[in-house]
């Protein structure tokens, strides 16, 4: 089963997890996994194309955070070259790699976070807490599409009537459009205050109601999680994670020694993998299935009555 | 199941009532009873009090206002508006229907099964995860109607429901409302102002005439009520009651029970009547063919690359001071080759060529969008700097459309017919030679559109070119020299009227499909005017 058909809750917990592993250290290891299991998810929901549309604004922000911080930081020994007084150093060049790596990998789960949660998932979530706001995010998503098709409508009509607007008249008309579209709206808004009241609004009982259920199959991918995100919080705070930029680049015996940091690096690199393992559990359990299915011994006499199936199933 | 019992679930006694400032009564002295599991319907013009009477039998919906005598309603109501647009309170389908239960406090289960039961009822199921934006109009009107009826009425009440949905719509929504009654056995309360296919399906009629019950009683004697009457409301009657009568009249042979409400009653009377009547002379068809005003060749369009065309080569030959109808179904492109036709988009491939100088002008779908004003009067005058024209103008645009008592009026609150009246009005005062119409006489009455059919006529006969793109045939047939049918994104016929309608089968007027192959040529209620007694001489 996909992540994305997951229950919200389960969609929440993995991003919320994901971020708080990537900004909680500043490791060269976490922001490269961060980054390329973000990237592939994006390139997963989104397709190879759009997930490359990103590039463009992450290479330059990157690039920039690199340039701010080696002007700005001469810590480090390892001195690049020198400008003037200003000596830029390798760890700083680094420092502000890494800082990159790990802002352009926030950018990409955020963007994979609003393909997974439309605003039904997120109201499912919010609707029993917030029943108010849920439904004033309801209505409002009602109304934009409405009203953007209104003023598109009086746009045309007034340029139907008139032709392509110019000079001074061109302010005149957008007033206009403003003022038709608040009297339009407006007048529509009392035909639907009467609508709601019609259906027993005002009975003053109302009680939210979500289409997304709570199943019992959400539990073991949010256990999987709970399990690596606690490795992972383990692992870090018996020191796995520490990692030194300055006076030079080092990981330092305490982070080395014992399961601290192996246990912080498996743990984080399975949560990050999380939506990676749902595709191939999913794809697994069907093959199983499907193998299962024709070992099976269907009792003979559903099977005389059954009209002879191709792989694939009914229908 | 329901109490079968005749007690009425509906009775008003003397009742009354006044708006707040107004000396005259919207509602007089009203007295009657439903019964229970009635299916009635409301009539009346515009104006006649229909929508203050429904909304006063609603409980959360009842006019401010004095009240005298009394009216009792014995069950919960449900209320469905005109407009299909409006009266959507959330964002996507699933959540409009549980909407009115998540107001009762229902628990989730509870409105899970009654979604399942309703979507499953109308054969919603498919789009229930749909935003609701993305519905069409009659769409939208059947998940009002699913919304209302989701919470259980014992009553449903619906105001005008199919005025602003399109002939396709209109059948199915009707189609589920006798549904419903049949099915359901709930008492239905409708207001209408058109008769076809509603009044075969109703039990029984009010009709309501300035404030007043005029008529109380079964379907067929309301017809006769009103074919024996010279009121305007005659027009709203089915085309094939209408040429029964005509045909009783002209032959002298009074009917035998109460009047024809439905084609096939229509025909097989009409059969009966037809071997006494002469055939009506052949209308002469020679029209001398005029000047090209416009003229569309192999028009191609689609909104944006990649969706798919809407216009496939669609060619449109537009003859000076003559009414082009260009009829055609939902999604056929209509609007978009009227667009296309002003200039306010530009064909992916073709070309419009429009004589030299001549000034266009087009009304949009939403005459709403066209208005700022607050008063009538001021929206006409609003372009009066940019058109070039004044008061006088104004006023005597306004008395040739009968609009001058309404100078004061906010645009908002004009009927179907006189918005569009007005719309026109203003479009006229920038003098255009070309006339670009979009769906002209949607959610109009018919007495209205009999108007603005004159209206027309006269801009035509005038020297002014009018095209309108139009769902109706009856006004296509009434109004227009030459008619097209747009279909699949081509033009597949254009035909002077009379041979186009009559070269149609089903996509004909009322009037031809009742008189097919009965009374040869018989388009338009006109038509039937010319038939003559046999052996009477002109």
């Known amino acids: ?315 | 199941m329901k109490d079968q019992q005749v007690s009425p679930i509906i009775r008003a006694d003397g009742f009354c009532f006044t708006y707040p400032g107004e000396k005259n009564e919207a509602l007089k002295e009203l007295s009657f009873e439903v019964p229970a599991g009635a299916f009635l319907l409301v009539a009346g013009p515009g104006g006649s009090g229909k929508t203050t009477l429904l909304r006063a039998l609603k409980e959360e919906l009842k006019p401010a206002g004095i009240y005298q005598g009394s009216v009792e309603v014995d069950g919960e109501t449900g209320f469905v508006m005109q407009d299909p647009s409006n009266q959507i309170v959330m964002d996507r389908v699933w959540h409009e229907l549980a909407f009115g239960l998540e107001n009762l406090g229902l628990a989730p289960a509870a409105i899970e099964r009654r979604i399942a039961e309703t979507a499953h009822f109308f054969g919603i199921e498919h789009w229930i995860d749909r935003p609701v934006n993305e519905l069409s109009g009659g769409e939208m009107q059947i998940l009002n109607l699913a919304s209302t009826l989701i919470m259980n009425p014992d009553i449903l009440i619906l105001d005008e429901p199919t005025a602003r949905l399109d002939p396709v719509s209109v059948a199915h929504f009707l189609d589920l409302l006798d549904r419903i009654h049949r099915e359901t056995g709930r008492t239905l309360v409708m207001s209408e102002h058109r008769m076809t296919d509603v009044l075969s399906m109703v039990d029984r009629v009010l009709f309501l005439d300035g404030g007043r019950i005029a008529f109380n009683g079964k379907p067929g004697s309301f017809a006769g009520y009103l074919l024996d009457r010279d009121l305007p409301f005659r027009a709203a009657l089915p085309a094939a009651t209408k040429a029964v009568r005509r045909l009783e009249e002209e032959t002298g042979q009074s009917a035998a029970g109460p009047p024809s409400l439905d084609v096939p009653a229509a025909r097989r009377r009409l059969r009966q009547l037809a071997p006494l009547t002469n055939p009506p002379e052949a209308v002469p068809e020679a029209r001398q063919s005029r000047e090209v005003i416009l003229e569309a060749k192999e028009l191609f369009f689609r909104y944006q690359a990649g969706l798919p065309e809407v216009l496939k080569g669609a060619s449109l030959v537009i003859e000076e001071a003559s009414i082009h109808a260009v009829i055609g179904g939902n999604g056929s492109g209509k609007s978009t080759l009227l667009h296309l036709l002003s200039g306010l988009l530009d064909p992916v491939s073709g070309k419009v060529k429009k004589r030299s100088g001549i000034r266009t002008g087009l009304l949009t779908q939403h005459t709403q969008a066209l208005f700022s004003a607050d008063a009538l009067f001021e929206e006409l005058m609003e372009l009066s700097e940019l058109g070039g024209y004044g008061r006088e103008e104004v006023l005597g645009i306004m008395e040739r459309f009968g609009l001058e008592g309404l100078a004061d009026r906010h645009p908002y609150d004009l009927s179907g017919g006189e918005i569009q009246k007005a719309a026109l009005a203003k479009l006229l005062l920038l003098s255009p030679d070309l006339l670009l119409l979009d769906e002209p006489v949607k959610g109009m009455d018919s007495a209205s559109k009999e108007q603005f059919s004159d209206c027309l006529r006269t801009l035509a006969s005038e020297g002014k070119t009018v095209v309108l793109v139009t769902h109706d045939l009856n006004f296509s047939a009434e109004t227009a020299d030459t008619c097209s049918l747009l279909f699949d994104g081509r033009i597949v016929a254009t035909e002077a009227a009379r041979p186009f309608f009559r070269g149609n089968t089903f996509y004909t007027t009322d009037y031809a499909r009742v008189t097919e192959g009965i009374i040869p040529d018989i388009i338009t209620a006109a038509d039937l005017q010319k038939i003559r007694k046999a052996g009477h001489e002109d």
């Not at chain 1, 289409?211 to 949010?222: G, L, Y």
């Open chain 1, 1 to 315: 089963m996909k992540l994305k058909d997951r229950h919200p809750a389960v969609i929440l917990f993995f991003f919320a997890a994901v971020l708080v592993l990537t900004l909680s250290t500043h490791h060269p290891a976490i922001a490269l996994m961060s980054l390329l299991s973000a990237f592939l998810l994006r390139v997963r929901l989104a397709g190879i194309r759009k997930a490359a549309r990103s590039l463009p604004y992450l290479v330059p922000m990157t690039l920039l955070m690199i340039l701010f911080n080696s002007l700005f930081n001469d810590r480090g020994l390892t001195v690049l070259f020198s400008i003037r007084r200003l000596s830029v150093t390798l760890e700083s060049v680094l420092y502000g790699l890494v800082s990159g790596l790990m802002l352009s990998a926030v950018m990409l789960w955020f963007q994979s976070y609003n393909n997974m949660m439309d605003s039904g998932r997120f109201l499912a979530l919010m609707g029993r807490r917030l029943p108010v706001i849920s439904m004033m995010i309801s209505m409002i998503f009602r109304l934009i599409p409405e009203s953007v098709a209104h003023g598109h409508e009086i746009e045309m009509s007034r340029r139907a009537l008139l032709g392509e607007p110019k000079g001074r008249f061109r302010l005149a008309g957008a007033i206009r459009m403003t003022t038709v579209l608040m009297a339009w709206s407006m007048e529509n808004a009392i035909e639907t205050a009467d609508a709601m009241r019609a259906k027993a609004f005002d009975a003053g009982r109302r009680r939210a109601y979500g289409r997304i259920r709570r199943s019992a199959r959400d539990i073991p991918p949010m256990a999987a999680m709970a399990l690596f995100l606690a490795l992972a919080a383990a692992g870090a705070l018996a020191g796995g994670s520490a990692f030194l930029y300055y006076p030079f680049l080092a990981v330092p015996t305490r982070a080395r020694a014992g399961w601290a940091m192996a246990g912080w690096l498996t743990g984080s690199a399975a949560l990050f993998a999380v939506p990676f393992l749902a595709d191939a559990l999913s794809v697994l359990s069907d093959r199983i299935r499907e193998a299962r299915r024709q070992r099976a011994d269907t009792d003979p006499f559903v099977t005389a009555m059954v009209p002879r199936i191709k792989s694939g199933g009914p229908q």
